[in-house]
């Protein structure tokens, strides 16, 4: 009997780690607004909230609040509750985000819980928001730049070492992803098997500023989920259609938008992909890569050449224009 009892208690060491690494589930069953074609007449509500489970939720700001309609994430432990990414809205009588955020969290001893604000990275449509945060008790909002996202979660040798935030109960780990921004990270939270992306990986338009760097997080990325169970991957915004097109840009409605989460199926195609990336713009599937600052210094030296095509064409005609006057004969030979 007792042998019996010793290998049931060793079987249930076993598996107690791997009962604990087994994801809560929840429910991702949402149709998000479309936004409107007519956004005076017919506004949709200005922040959607999704339940995913009792202590995760998914907001999203109507797109025609903000035409990037980017992804909020609230995740609350058992002695604080962490918000990801504040949104592309300052104004808190446009979009109520801070005081909706509020109202979710929980009592902790008497008074409401602890809430941080982070940020996947540091473009304005993730943290407009902090405004309305600001000054709130028992709310601290972490600053989106580098030397803030290193000092707050504590890497030491960004971005090669994986950082944790403690909600109780209740592990984050930040994974960084530079590339998108020198300062963005990936988050996973261990208790549903989340990962939120922000734009470093999103159903939609891939904006890469540094190439190398975001090849290394993509490899990273993959590293760090490994064996882990990953439930779902979820970027900052939806910017495909249902067919895989791209939505069209700066659209206050999108009717027919795919669903927001992505898998590791996704994420696995992800490194060859940007294998095949020339660092400019490139398509791969439903996928657009482009550098915003490649194309922009591209742009610029466009702007330069015919600048300089038509300043030559002009000193070449006034030239031309001279001579003739100077010269009657050449006035009568030449064309006018
Ligand atoms: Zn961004
Ligand atoms: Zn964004």
């Not at 909002?141 to 803030?148: I, K, M, T």
């Not at 990986?201 to 989920?225: E, K, Y």
Request: charged fraction near 20%; hydrophobic fraction near 40%.
């Amino acid at each position: 009997m007792k042998t019996v009892l010793a290998a049931l208690l060793s079987l249930f060491c076993l598996m107690a780690p791997l009962a604990n690494a087994e994801p809560s589930t929840g429910s991702i069953d949402v149709h998000w607004d479309p936004g409107s074609a007519d956004c005076q007449g017919h506004p949709p509500r200005p922040l959607q909230v999704h339940r995913y489970d009792e202590r995760t939720y998914i907001l999203r700001e109507s797109l025609c609040q903000t035409y990037e309609g980017p992804f909020i994430y609230l995740l609350i432990g058992s002695s604080k509750a962490l918000l990801i990414d504040s949104g592309d809205v300052a104004d808190a009588s446009k979009a109520p985000l801070a005081a909706t955020v509020i109202a979710l969290l929980p009592q902790v001893n008497g008074a409401r819980m602890p809430l941080e604000v982070v940020h996947t990275h540091s473009h304005l449509d993730h943290r407009a928001g902090d405004v309305q945060f600001a000054g709130l008790p028992q709310v601290t909002v972490v600053g989106a730049d580098l030397p803030h996202v290193i000092q707050t979660f504590g890497f030491r040798h960004w971005p090669d070492d994986v950082a944790q935030v403690d909600l109780g109960d209740r592990v984050v780990d930040v994974i960084p992803t530079p590339g998108h921004t020198p300062s963005h990270v990936s988050y996973y939270d261990r208790s549903t098997g989340l990962v939120f992306s922000g734009d470093f990986f999103l159903p939609g338009r891939l904006i890469i500023d540094d190439v190398d760097a975001d090849r290394a997080s993509a490899r990273r990325l993959l590293d760090f989920l490994g064996n882990r169970p990953v439930s779902y991957i979820l970027g900052g915004h939806i910017e495909l259609d249902r067919h895989g097109q791209p939505e069209p840009m700066g659209s206050n409605f999108h009717p027919d938008e795919r669903p927001l989460p992505l898998d590791m199926a996704d994420l696995r195609k992800l490194p060859a992909m940007l294998a095949g990336f020339n660092g400019i713009y490139g398509q791969s599937g439903e996928y657009v890569m482009y550098s915003q600052a490649r194309m922009l210094q591209l742009m610029a030296a466009a702007a330069l050449l015919l600048l300089a095509i038509i300043t030559l064409t002009l000193v070449w005609w006034l030239r031309h224009r001279r001579r003739r006057r100077a010269d009657p004969a050449l006035a009568t030979s030449l064309p006018t």
